[in-house]
Each structure stands twice: as structure tokens, then as C-alpha cells.
């Protein structure tokens, strides 16, 4: 389970690089709207550095985790789901509800930017983006806490992330329209996950799924490609440090942390959601406030 040279993802990525070179060569060769975003070599070269780099985090994760996991699962839960084929498929299920829930909690909380808007900060939307992954998984400890208890092993929470991060990298590209109708309807497709890529007004927060888009349609997320998308965050990001790009965002959040009076400001500051920032005073309310 800790060792990330038998993680799933490991197995995986010749199979991303095939992927990538297919892409490429669909991309060259064949028939397509001239207005597909493609490749440019420093950007994807980017994202697959920021791929291997969160390999190290994903395994740094597990092993802070698996303590706490494994003990709620051997004492505390009051049943213990096998592992057969219908116990994985509850597993994948349920890691794929804990999945939208951690994902909606990292776009619509600045802390949870911070960590997660790296994987947002290419302008090109292809296979290789995809591997463009947060070096900072820690707020999924949260939401896949209750699993455990659920009677979920350990090894089935990360077995069950791994297949849901390999379906999630083949719905990052622009070569595939949409899919037949029931599949669009239960599945997230390439089309649901352009939107979701989108800075766009009538896109931003949308489609949070991992593997099922039914989560987005029950729970008022759902949106449906109209127009393609404008790619990458809502202000231009200039760099191709790595650093910067994963941590860059912590650095500005912590100068506003630290420059905010008072603890309800500081945690504002961390909870509210991205590009909050408190009201100025009105030249109305500064009278008033004179006139007491």
C-alpha cells in the first residue's frame, strides 16, 4: 500500500506517456478545429514534472495517514467490507463522493486554492495537463476520514483514488467531443471536464466530478459545455517555476493572514472563498461611524 513503485499511478504512466504521443500524433495528423488549444513543449514538460513531484506527496500522504485509517478500521468500525469485486465497487463509489466534496472544498475555500490551483494553471487543456497535480493532498485525509468507518480498508481508500486519478487523466483533452447521451448523463466526460477547466463566468466551480457527474447533478454543480472554454485561472500566470506554481498562492495568502487585524479577518482571509477580500468602508459609513 505505501510503496509508490506497486501504486496503480506507477503502473500508469507509460500508458500516460502512450497517451500523450497518440494525442500528439491525432493532433498533427488528423481532421480537428483549428481552435484546440494543442501542445507547447514548457508547458507540458510542467505539468509532467508536477505529475512526478506529486508521487512523492501521494506516498508522504499515505504514510501519514494510514496509522490513523487502519486503527478507526480494525477498532472502531462496527462491520469490515470485503475486498470482492462488489466491495471495491462500493469503494470506488464511495472515494468518488468523498472526491467531489474534497473538491468542492478546495475551489470554494482560499486555504484549499492554495493547495489545488496549480492543477488550474495551464492554458492548454491536453493529456499531459492532466498530470500537472497539487504537490499538497492534505485536506483529503478529511474527507476520506469517514470511510474507515464506513468499514473501508486503507488499502481499498488508495487503491480506489488511484483508479479514480488514471479515469480522471483521460477526460483532459479537446480531442474527444461529446460521448453518447446515458454515458454524458452518469459519467464525467472530456466535455464536463473542459467546463470545469474553464475561467470563464458561467463555468468557474462547476463539475467537480472524479468519475461519476450524477454527484454535480444531485448536488446543483452541473454545467454543460455551451462555448469552449478559456483555459487555466481567472489572471495570467507568467511562470513555469514549480515552486512558484505550487506554493506561490500559500505565500500570498499567508502576507494577507499575517496583514489582517483581528482573528475573524485572519480566518476569512483562509475560509472564505477565493478573491474574497473585505468591504471597503463607504464614505456613508465612515460619517456615521464619525457622527457616534
Known amino acids: 500500500m505505501l510503496d509508490p513503485m506497486k501504486n496503480p499511478l506507477t503502473y500508469a504512466i507509460p500508458f500516460f506517456l502512450i497517451s500523450i504521443a497518440v494525442e500528439l500524433a491525432a493532433l498533427k495528423w488528423l481532421d480537428h478545429d483549428d481552435n484546440l488549444t494543442g501542445y507547447v513543449f514548457k508547458d507540458a514538460r510542467t505539468s509532467i514534472l508536477m505529475g512526478l513531484g506529486s508521487i512523492v506527496s501521494m506516498t508522504v500522504f499515505k504514510i501519514v495517514t494510514f496509522a490513523v485509517y487502519a486503527a478507526i478500521f480494525a477498532y472502531v468500525s462496527l462491520w469490515q467490507i470485503p475486498t470482492t469485486w462488489w466491495g471495491l465497487t462500493l469503494s470506488v463509489v464511495l472515494v468518488d463522493l468523498a472526491y467531489y466534496w474534497n473538491h468542492r472544498f478546495v475551489h470554494r475555500t482560499r486555504v484549499g486554492w492554495a493547495a489545488h490551483q496549480a492543477h488550474h494553471s495551464s492554458e492548454y487543456m491536453n493529456l499531459a495537463t492532466a498530470l500537472r497535480q497539487k504537490w499538497n493532498p492534505w485536506f483529503e485525509f478529511f474527507f476520506f476520514l469517514p470511510l474507515p468507518f464506513l468499514g473501508i480498508s486503507p488499502a481499498a481508500i488508495y487503491l480506489a483514488f488511484s483508479i479514480n486519478l488514471i479515469y480522471q487523466f483521460f477526460v483532459h483533452t479537446e480531442t474527444i467531443g461529446r460521448l453518447w447521451a446515458p ?81 475573524r479577518l485572519k480566518l476569512s482571509y483562509v475560509f472564505r472563498p477565493p478573491g474574497w477580500a473585505p468591504e471597503e468602508p463607504t464614505q456613508a459609513s465612515v460619517v456615521r461611524e464619525s457622527s457616534r
Open 183 to 263: 454515458i454524458e448523463a452518469v459519467f464525467n466526460t472530456p466535455s464536463h471536464h473542459r467546463v470545469h477547466h474553464g475561467s470563464d463566468p458561467e463555468y468557474l466551480d462547476k463539475n467537480y466530478a472524479g468519475i461519476l457527474i450524477v454527484w454535480d447533478r444531485l448536488f446543483g454543480t452541473f454545467q454543460q459545455e455551451r462555448q469552449r472554454p478559456t483555459y487555466g485561472l481567472t489572471y495570467k500566470v507568467d511562470t513555469y517555476n514549480l515552486l512558484r506554481l505550487e506554493y506561490g498562492a500559500f505565500r500570498e495568502l499567508w502576507n494577507d493572514v499575517r496583514s489582517a487585524d483581528g482573528w
